[in-house]
């Protein structure tokens, strides 16, 4: 079961890694935008040093790795080493490939535009699987765990600096799509991560508590958390069960409270963070 799961998350990795690739060179590299990424300042370099882009995102990234070693954890700096060598190689694979690529779209705006939707995704699926791919997102990743600022803010605070750099190469509209590019990408990856991990506080007074308690624990394998409740009409003590769900297992305990009391007292909040010890861990018990 390891080893298919080293494989599985391998495969993932790459497949991320493929699409951040594809995007930078497809759509980044030919509108000369330096938008939220070290191949971004890369591109930049190149008309400073007589080395290919591929080259140089590697040096930046061996710089970055270090540090996001250090900062991070291990499990991070594993993956993130995997996914910041396989980019440049597959850059380098690409340049080969087709050596005077200019534009699909032949627009640089749009260009920018559709890599921000491509480089999100892949951005994304490696910071949801505790991974990146490297350079910037090292420095983003190192933002949200000590000044626990969103990844998306992160990178685009991150991002702003390699943006501006672009002025040193070209004219003031790369510039100008540089920062709006960065702006928007850190947003879209706050929508792909932020959006998918947000879960639900659910309250809920009824009095078939007992049925729905034990739902919450023998179907969705949650827990949850029981309040005395006086309900200030009638002055009467109500018991308030209290769980956080994600958003699949929401969508199954709305299904069984409409099913057993349509009428339960129900409020939800949203949950963007927690911290808690897993159900994997031994059991903490209060004195």
């Known amino acids: 079961m390891k080893k298919l799961a080293f494989i599985k998350e391998i495969i993932i990795l790459t497949l991320a890694t493929s699409i951040i690739s594809a995007a930078v060179f497809f759509f980044l590299m030919p509108s000369h935008a330096s938008v939220s990424s070290i191949a971004g300042l890369a591109i930049v370099l190149a008309n400073f040093i007589p080395l290919s882009v591929s080259m140089i995102t590697i040096i930046l990234n061996v710089f970055l790795l270090i540090i996001g070693f250090i900062t991070c954890g291990p499990e991070f700096g594993y993956k993130t080493v995997y996914t910041a060598l396989l980019m440049p190689v597959i850059m380098g694979v690409f340049e080969k490939m087709f050596p005077d690529f200019q534009s699909f779209t032949g627009d640089a705006t749009l260009d920018v535009v559709c890599y921000?939707?491509?480089?999100?995704?892949?951005?994304?699926?490696?910071?949801?699987?505790?991974?990146?791919?490297?350079?910037?997102?090292?420095?983003?990743?190192?933002?949200?765990?000590?000044?626990?600022?969103?990844?998306?803010?992160?990178?685009?605070?991150?991002?702003l600096c390699v943006a501006g750099s672009s002025i040193l190469a070209y004219d003031t509209k790369t510039l100008m799509l540089s920062i709006l590019g960065t702006y928007f990408?850190?947003?879209?990856?706050?929508?792909?991560?932020?959006?998918?991990k947000l879960k639900r506080r659910v309250c809920i007074v009824s009095p078939f508590e007992k049925d729905i308690r034990e739902f919450i624990l023998s179907e969705l394998h949650s827990g949850a958390t029981i309040y005395k409740a006086i309900g200030a009409y009638r002055m009467k003590e109500h018991n308030e069960i209290i769980t956080i769900v994600d958003k699949n297992e929401y969508q199954k305990l709305m299904a069984f409270v409409d099913k057993v009391d349509p009428q339960a007292f129900v409020t939800v909040y949203k949950v963007s963070e927690m911290q808690y010890t897993a159900k994997s861990n031994p059991e903490r018990i209060f004195d």
Not at 119 to 143: E, P, W
Not at 185 to 196: E, S
């Open 116 to 159: 921000i939707f491509f480089v999100s995704i892949g951005i994304a699926i490696l910071f949801n699987r505790n991974a990146s791919s490297g350079g910037i997102d090292i420095v983003a990743k190192i933002l949200n765990k000590y000044l626990r600022i969103d990844l998306g803010k992160a990178m685009s605070i991150a991002g």
């Open 185 to 196: 990408n850190g947003m879209i990856i706050d929508h792909f991560i932020f959006d998918q």
